[in-house]
């Protein structure tokens, strides 16, 4: 059986968690409201002060979407109670980021500065050369980190780019010349 699947999530203080007919789940917290439509063959129950699925059968399929339901609805209750967040790194010589208002502008090299804007629900910060992307869906947070990287992604020779600060780049050795 699943391990991951098997767990209950504990539902904190503060916290409500609705299940509608069809899956949807809408948890509320003091961060904010998420809510998902998970998969109809799972079944979430309300234990007290524990939220547990199980799965119908011992189909593979089934298996998948065990673990799979079961992180979604934790990560939701801990958005709303903790939120997401994500570090970057601007690495090289005239690369920089700035902030204003909702829009990030980034100077990478290129002949023109690259403009973001904030999606909704998002809030990135920009400290030196540190972006911290902050929310309560670990999906969005994780995708904008993501596009933001696919900007200038680090390179291997010098580690220019951007990088996610937990990141290791692997580097190469340059060129080497005549003897």
Do not use: F
């Not at 699947?5 to 917290?29: F, L, Q, S, Y």
């Not at 399929?61 to 903790?82: A, E, Q, Y």
Request: no cysteine.
């Amino acid at each position: 059986m699943s391990r991951i699947g098997r767990m209950p999530i504990a539902v904190p203080a503060g916290v409500t968690v609705d299940i509608a007919e069809n899956n949807k789940v809408t948890v509320k917290g003091p961060k904010g409201t998420l809510e998902r439509v998970l998969p109809s063959e799972m079944e979430i129950k309300r234990e007290g002060e524990e939220i547990i699925v199980t799965r119908p059968n011992d189909l593979k399929k089934m298996k998948s979407l065990h673990g799979l339901t079961r992180t979604l609805i934790n990560n939701m209750v801990v958005g709303v109670t903790d939120g997401y967040k994500k570090e970057l790194e601007v690495n090289g010589v005239g690369y920089r980021a700035a902030k204003s208002g909702n829009k990030l502008t980034l100077n990478l090299g290129y002949s023109h500065p690259v403009e973001m804007i904030d999606p909704e629900g998002l809030e990135s910060t920009v400290d030196g050369n540190k972006i911290t992307i902050t929310g309560i869906d670990k999906e969005k947070v994780g995708q904008y980190a993501a596009e933001i990287r696919d900007k200038r992604r680090p390179e291997p020779y010098k580690g220019k780019g951007i990088k996610y600060a937990d990141e290791v780049i692997r580097r190469k050795v340059g060129k080497t010349g005549k003897k």
